[in-house]
């Protein structure tokens, strides 16, 4: 029987009852479920494609596959990805369970991940019979042997939780290192959108978001053993859709695909269509980080009035704040005042000291969080 964690949130019930009986109503911003309308254009490209008796492609069609592409260009500074390198998936909480089962690993194998992390890394390293291995740094993993090198590195950036940021020094090191070592490198790149960075004047000409991991400036040219997983579930509201992909290694790619094609799968045919007509938008998505970047403003000032620090929390869709204490006082006392966050505790061992606080509600309910953490 392999040893899946426990389904954390259940540990969070007695919070969230506590936090309902607050006179207010509870004010939940424990999860990062979008809570703003699917973008209109999206719609309506998925009702269009509402007839659909047929089976979908595995791989996606060519169209959606030049979508991917052409998106690469225009947002993340990737030019001339080749389409035969994406893959669709069903959201992209399925690959980053799966992937390592998909590439074939299995027992003796090891996964590694960051220290507060996004659980899935380690739930799909369980899932395949592969070691999980949290490591913050590069040097954490020790002097390496065939047995202690990894063979996938997930990286996530920006951070769920912390909201960090990896500059493109940084990933073109780990790029080179794993290259040198024969390591797979997966990086999550979801918040990619979302990066509330000061941008310098000096910085046009610069995609718009978080760096990738596809980037040339990373990659040298070469996306070999490098794949980049992205979802349209926070930056169009599409959560409810399971809209995502992953890019890069045409091999990788195709190993993925081969596995997925005798496994079923296989993204919708009307969400296929909807993913274009989404990627195809650049202004939903610049509405939509204007509507977080205002609650972030507001959330801030309220938990810097309560008294809790802010870390890192650079882009993505939390406040990743520690009063330097156990983060279930913290959890508590939020709690207390009807405010329901998630204990860093959720994240890894890395975590136990800080919460995190989710930016995904509704003007009103963050208004009202910020009012109650000022009073
Ligand atoms: C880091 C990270 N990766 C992946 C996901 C999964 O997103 P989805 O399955 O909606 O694409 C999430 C969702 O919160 C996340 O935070």
Redesign the pocket.
Known sequence: MRSLPDFPWDSLAPYKARASSHAGGLIDLSI?TPVDPTPQVVQDALRAAADAPGYPQTYGTPDLREAVATWFAARRGVEGLDPDGVLPTI????L?AWLPTLLGLGAGDIVAFPRAA?P?YDVGARLAGATPVPVDSLTALGPLTRSTTPKLLWL?SPS?PTGKVLGIEHLAKVVDWARRHGVIVAS?E?YAELDWRPREPAAHGEPPTTPSILDPRVTGGSHEGLLCVY?L?KQSNL?GY?A?FAAGDPVLIRELLEVRKHAGMMMPWPVQRAMIAALADETHVVEQKARYAARRATLLAGVAAYGLRVDDSEAGLYLWASADEDCWITIGRLADLGVLAAPGAFYGAAGARHVRIALTATDAHIAEAAARLSA
């Open positions: 990062g959201g992209s909480k399925e980053v996004y899935t996530n769920n999550d979801c979802s579930s959560a399971r995502a």
